[in-house]
């Protein structure tokens, strides 16, 4: 997993007076960036009409009241033991209970992307060519895309797009590279993922164009056909011409 920060958020609404239109709402945060949520942090809030009372945090023990009314109920709360007791017992039944429910079920699990390496736009000569680096159905969503040029990583010239959700649990990304072609060149896209044991390395060739691979390819295919359908043809006429009698006029 990446160790970027992570947090598992829950709000709970719960109206308080309806004749008037106020509402309060309990919002519950876990903050973590460790697997092994050693440095999970959990945060209850208390909004009134959307503007947050006070907040009691894990890491520091007690409320924190932010206005006239929310500092009044925190000094109160930070008065009960048993109060602060129980929030801190969160720490553990309500944060890291569920995140390792998430962890088990569905954090931990990580699905390769698919790469694909290709030309968008030809160099004619003057203006730079264009490849585009593509990484699809992968998660979790945490990826990096780089471009090597003759062993060396590219610093400008590339531009990127965020990872992009599938709206399925996968995500996709983009990566685009201008350059000038030259000969004997080696270009490749690094895919680093939490799928991967190591950087992926997606060699581009660039010994032919993308366009005249593809009619390469058709013309091979067609060529293929052409000289099997000619054999069949061949060896019918052979039997049918085994099986003729001669009959003398």
Known sequence: MSKLLKILLIVLPAVLHTAHGNSMALQYLCIWSKEDLSDMEFIQSRIMNKVKLLEFNSTLGKYE??????IKNA???????AELQGQKSNLDSFCKNNVGGYYNAILSKTVEPQVKVKLVKKSDGTHPATLMCSAYSFYPPTISVTWLRNGKEIEGDVTSTEEMADGDWYYQVHSHLEYMPESGEEISCVVQHASFTKPMNYKWDSSMPEPD???IAIGASGL????????AGFIYYKKKSSGRILVPT
Do not use: M, Q
């Open 65 to 70: 009241g932010y206005t006239e009314l929310g």
């Open 75 to 81: 000094d109160r709360f930070n008065k009960d033991p």
């Open 213 to 215: 691979k593809s009619k």
């Open 224 to 231: 293929v056909l052409g000289i099997v359908l000619s054999a």
